[in-house]
C-alpha cells in the first residue's frame, strides 16, 4: 500500500516536472524565435555595412589616386619657386647696378651746380635787353603817336571832302566817275586805318605780355639769389666755425668751394659738426628762424625749409638744452613759434614741408603743449604724413593711436597707400587695417600706370621714374615687416628695363640720412629719419616738386630700411 502511494506521488511529482519543463520548452522557443529575428536583422545590417565599406574603399582609392596627383603638382610648384628665387637674386644685382649708375648722374649734378654761375652771368645780360626793350619800346611809342596824328589829319581832310562833294554833287554830274574813285580811294584808306589800329592794339598786347614775363623772370631770379645766398652764407659759418676750431685762419667761402669741391647741399654729417662747433647751437638756429619770419618772406621757398628740417632733427638730437638757460630760450622760441604759426593755414597748409618744420621746430625747443592744440596737431600732422619724420613727430607730439589711425585712413582715402601702410606697419595697426589688401591695390595701380598708356610722350619719363619709385618701397616694405603678398614679377622685370633706359635729369633733395637717438621710441622700426640718399646714391624728387613747392605731392616721401 505503501509502495503503491509511493510510485502515485513520484508519477504526480513528474508530471508537475514535465509540465513546469514544457512551459519552459515553450518559453525557450519564444526566446529562440526573438534571437533568430534579431540574428536576421543584424545579418540584413551587416550586409548593409559591408556595401557601405565597398563604396569607401573605392573612395580611398579614388582620394590616393587625388593626392599622388597634388603631390606631382606640389613638387611642380616647389621648382618654380626655385626659379623664381633665382630670378630676384638677378634683379637684386641690376638693382646693385642701377644705384651706382644713379651715383654717376650725382656727379653729373654736381658739375650742373657749377654752371649756376654762369647763369647768373646770363641773368645780367637779361637785365640789359631789358633796357633794350625798353628803348625800343618808346621809339615805338613816338612813331604810334605820330600815325596817330597823321590819321586824324587824314581824317579831317576825309570830312572836308565829304562836304564838298555833297554841295557840288548837283554841279559837278560829269565828274561822277572821279568822285566814285575817290569815293573807293578813301574805302580804301579807312581800311588801311582799320588796320593800323588792329596792329597797335596787337603791339600793345605784345608789350604788356612781355612786361609780365619780365616781372615773373626778374622775381624768379631774385628768388634762386636768395637761395644761392643762403647756402652760401651757412657754408660760409660752417666753414669758418670749424676753421676756428682748428686754430686755423678763416676760409672765403667762394675759394674755398673752388680748391677742397665743397658741395652746395648739406649733409647730417655736415649740419651736425657745424651746430656742435657753437657753444650754443639752439639759440643760432633759433635765430635764424627769426631772421626769415622777420623779413616777412615766410619760409615757404623748399630750400630753406629743407635746411630748417636738417637743422632740427640734428639740434634735437645734440640734446644740449637742458645744460641752457632753456627758460629764457624757450620763451623766445615760444614767440618765433607763434609768428610762424601765423603765417601758417593749420586746417589745409599750403606746404606740408613748411608744416613739417614747424613741427620740428616746436618739438625740438619742447614747446608742442603751448603752442598748439591737440585739435590743430592732428591737422598739421595729417598734412605731413607722408614724409619718414612723421612716425617720430607723432610718438614726439604724443598723438594717440585712435589719431593715427583716423590719419592712416585719410592717407587710404587718398590711394595713398604706401604712407598708410608703412604707419600701419610702424605702429602695429594690422588688426585695423587690411595691409596685404592695400598693397595689393597700390601694386594694381602701378601696373595700370606701368603697363597702360601715357597720355603724352612728354611726360613718359617723369612718369616711369615715378613707377620705380614705388615699386622700390613696395619692394622695400615687403622685405622689412615681412609681409606676405606676391609681387608680379613682370611688372619688376618692365620696370629695371625702363629706369635702365631712362635718363633724364632729376632734381633731388640734398637732404641725407641720419641715425636715431637710442630713446626713441621707435628704435624697433625701421629709421623714419629724414632720407633722399641712400648707400651713397640719391633718390630723385621730381621736378614738379621744385616748380610748385606749395604742393609738394607724397612722392618726397622715401622710403627707408634700419640698418643699412
Known amino acids: 500500500m505503501e509502495k503503491h502511494s509511493h510510485e502515485v506521488l513520484t508519477v504526480l511529482e513528474r508530471e508537475k516536472l514535465l509540465k513546469s519543463g514544457a512551459s519552459d520548452i515553450l518559453f525557450c522557443v519564444s526566446q529562440l524565435k526573438v534571437v533568430e529575428a534579431y540574428n536576421e536583422k543584424r545579418s540584413q545590417e551587416l550586409e548593409l555595412k559591408e556595401k557601405e565599406l565597398q563604396n569607401l574603399s573605392s573612395d580611398i ?106 554841295s557840288q554833287r548837283r554841279l559837278l554830274e560829269k565828274l561822277s566817275l572821279e568822285l566814285e574813285c575817290v569815293g573807293e580811294s578813301s574805302k ?33 631770379l631774385v628768388e634762386i639769389q636768395r637761395e644761392v645766398e643762403l647756402h652760401k652764407q651757412l657754408k660760409r659759418n660752417m666753414m669758418n666755425m670749424l676753421v676756428k676750431r682748428g686754430k686755423q685762419p678763416p676760409i672765403d667761402d667762394d675759394t674755398s668751394q673752388q680748391d677742397h669741391g665743397i658741395s652746395a647741399s648739406l649733409t647730417h654729417h655736415e649740419v651736425c659738426s657745424f651746430l656742435r662747433a657753437f657753444p650754443n647751437p639752439a639759440e643760432y638756429v633759433l635765430e635764424l628762424v627769426q631772421e626769415d619770419i622777420s623779413e616777412g618772406s615766410g619760409l615757404l621757398h623748399g630750400s630753406f625749409a629743407e635746411i630748417l628740417v636738417l637743422l632740427f632733427e640734428e639740434l634735437a638730437k645734440i640734446q644740449r638744452l637742458e645744460s641752457l638757460d632753456t627758460s629764457q630760450l624757450q620763451l623766445k622760441a615760444e614767440k618765433v613759434a607763434t609768428l610762424w604759426k601765423g603765417k601758417i593755414t593749420i586746417e589745409a597748409p599750403t606746404s606740408s614741408l613748411e ?33 619718414e619724420q612723421a612716425p617720430t613727430l607723432f610718438s614726439s607730439l604724443g598723438l594717440k593711436l585712435e589719431i593715427i589711425s583716423e590719419i592712416v585712413l585719410g592717407l587710404v582715402k587718398k590711394q595713398q597707400y604706401i604712407s598708410a601702410v608703412w604707419l600701419i606697419c610702424v605702429f602695429k595697426l594690422n588688426k585695423d587695417f587690411p595691409v596685404s589688401l592695400l598693397l595689393k591695390k597700390e601694386i594694381k595701380n602701378l601696373r595700370r600706370s606701368a603697363l597702360g598708356m601715357r597720355p603724352t610722350e612728354s611726360s613718359q619719363p617723369q612718369a616711369k621714374e615715378e613707377d620705380g619709385r614705388r615699386l622700390r618701397a613696395i619692394l622695400e616694405l615687403v622685405a622689412d615687416y615681412k609681409l606676405k603678398i606676391k609681387l608680379p614679377g613682370d611688372l619688376i622685370a618692365k620696370l629695371m628695363v625702363q629706369r635702365e633706359k631712362n635718363s633724364i635729369p632729376l632734381v633731388r633733395c640734398s637732404v641725407e640720412h641720419g641715425t636715431t637717438s637710442s630713446s626713441n621710441p621707435l628704435a624697433d622700426s625701421p629709421n623714419p629719419a629724414t632720407q633722399l640718399s641712400r648707400n651713397g646714391s640719391t633718390l630723385p624728387v621730381m621736378s614738379s616738386d621744385v616748380d610748385s613747392i606749395k604742393e609738394r605731392p607724397p612722392i618726397i616721401f622715401t622710403y627707408q630700411r634700419r640698418g643699412k
Open 355 to 387: 608744416a613739417l618744420a614747424f613741427l620740428l621746430f616746436i618739438v625740438a625747443y619742447s614747446i608742442q603743449k603751448v603752442i598748439i592744440t591737440k585739435e590743430e596737431t592732428a591737422l598739421l600732422a595729417s598734412s605731413i604724413a607722408q614724409y
Open 188 to 220: 580804301g584808306f579807312r581800311f588801311d586805318l582799320e588796320v593800323k589800329e588792329k596792329r597797335f592794339q596787337a603791339l600793345n598786347n605784345l608789350i604788356a605780355i612781355s612786361d609780365e614775363q619780365l616781372g615773373l623772370k626778374s622775381k624768379e
Open 61 to 166: 582609392d579614388k582620394k590616393v589616386k587625388d593626392f599622388e596627383k597634388d603631390k606631382s603638382e606640389a613638387g611642380n610648384l616647389k621648382k618654380l619657386v626655385e626659379e623664381c628665387t633665382q630670378e630676384l637674386r638677378s634683379k637684386k644685382t641690376e638693382l646693385t647696378a642701377k644705384l651706382d649708375y644713379s651715383i654717376k648722374i650725382q656727379r653729373d649734378i654736381d658739375f650742373k651746380k657749377k654752371q649756376l654761375g654762369s647763369f647768373t652771368a646770363e641773368a645780367g645780360k637779361v637785365q640789359d635787353q631789358k633796357k633794350v626793350m625798353e628803348e625800343e619800346t618808346d621809339r615805338k611809342k613816338k612813331d604810334l603817336s605820330l600815325i596817330l596824328d597823321q590819321t586824324k589829319e587824314s581824317s579831317k581832310q576825309l570830312a572836308a571832302l565829304d562836304e564838298q562833294v555833297e
